[in-house]
């Protein structure tokens, strides 16, 4: 049996096998917890597109599609290194390099998606007066349009959050890679559960993608 690396006696855990299997599936559990968050979000816009069809095509009809097509490729193409980055991680310190340049990669590419979204989208939508409560008047006048952008900019702003969380991670796990604070393979858990993360960025958006963007 392999003992516990914790020299203070504190780890519950004398095998080490079995402490990663708690660690896995508590990080599973923190993603579900997550999801369930979203998951609100995304009957509420199910509920809103039922009711109120007219008002939620002729809302979503506003938004910039091909901005949200961009960053959800971006987005895609970050979790395709972060991905790689995670294999990579496994294989030992020989591909170290390929490791944080590809979380590296992800963060800047997560920074781009952010400045899409908030510097491009978010500021358009504020002068023409689409965020409720900001701007000039809301210009569409279809019952539940508002109600729409309501939720809206509620999925989207969480979203982003989740996004910023996500490039601060990426770029921690990146910089512990590069500076050897996280070495490989013996730290490739914690770098797969940075990643796990990334992922279920990315999976929320490409659910929120069709359905805020493609009602009509």
């Not at 579900?32 to 095509?57: C, D, H």
Request: aromatic share 12%; proline share 4%; with cysteine.
């Amino acid at each position: 049996m392999r003992k516990a690396a914790d020299p203070s006696g504190l780890d519950p855990y004398e095998d080490s096998d079995v402490r990663m299997k708690a660690q896995r599936m508590g990080m599973w559990l923190f993603l579900a917890s997550e999801a369930m968050i979203f998951s609100g979000l995304f009957l509420s816009l199910f509920v809103i597109r039922t009711l109120y069809p007219e008002g939620a095509a002729e809302a979503s009809s506003h938004l910039k599609t091909l901005l949200g097509a961009v960053n959800t490729a971006i987005l895609i193409i970050a979790s395709t290194f972060v991905a790689l980055s995670s294999v990579a991680a496994k294989d030992g310190a020989d591909r170290r390099l390929i490791t944080w340049l590809g979380f590296a990669l992800g963060a800047l590419l997560g920074a781009l998606f952010l400045a899409i979204k908030i510097g491009v989208e978010y500021r358009a939508e504020l002068h023409e007066g689409l965020i409720p409560g900001a701007g000039p008047a809301f210009p569409i006048q279809t019952e539940g349009a508002q109600l729409f952008f309501n939720l809206y900019f509620a999925a989207t702003a969480l979203h982003a959050l989740h996004v910023l969380i996500g490039v601060v991670v990426l770029a921690g796990a990146a910089l512990g890679v590069q500076r050897r604070w996280l070495k490989l393979p013996d730290n490739a858990p914690e770098i797969e559960f940075c990643g796990l993360y990334w992922h279920m960025v990315d999976i929320i958006w490409i659910i929120l993608f069709p359905v805020l963007y493609l009602v009509g």
